[in-house]
């Protein structure tokens, strides 16, 4: 199972920038999706952003769509996070997840990844 461990996160104030980073221990094959999830205090883990190794357009929710970049590193071997315009409703842990492409569900589907990092945190203030 790929290993995967997420850097970057810090404490910040809102309106300002974070660069996330997630790199794997291997490559991750062609149509798979690499994603960022993010878990609050009390929530539940939900989607942030995802894409599909070489191939296809990122997928965001819509918390998040138009402020935070989702983008890859060489054949699937690292992904990065940008994330811009913070707000205090984005503290959360960040977690980077490994999984295949399902048909009818593409990279959104959080039960379809078997691989996670061990999350770096993110902090905003108001």
């Known amino acids: 199972q790929v290993q995967l461990v997420e850097s970057g996160g810090d404490s910040v104030q809102a309106g300002g920038s974070l660069t996330l980073s997630c790199v794997a221990s291997?490559?991750?094959?062609?149509?798979?999706?690499m994603a960022w999830f993010r878990q609050a205090p009390g929530k539940e883990r939900e989607g942030v952003a995802a894409t599909v190794i070489d191939g296809g357009m990122p997928w965001y929710a819509d918390s998040v769509e138009g402020r935070f970049t989702i983008s890859q590193g060489h054949a699937g071997s690292a992904v990065y996070l940008q994330l811009n315009s913070l707000k205090p409703e984005d503290t959360a842990m960040y977690y980077c997840?490994?999984?295949?492409?399902?048909?009818?569900?593409?990279?959104?589907?959080?039960?379809?990844?078997?691989?996670w990092g061990q999350g770096t945190q993110v902090t905003i203030s108001s």
């Open positions: 291997e490559h991750t094959p062609k149509g798979d999706c």
């Open positions: 997840a490994v999984g295949p492409w399902r048909p009818g569900f593409g990279c959104r589907n959080r039960d379809s990844y078997n691989s």
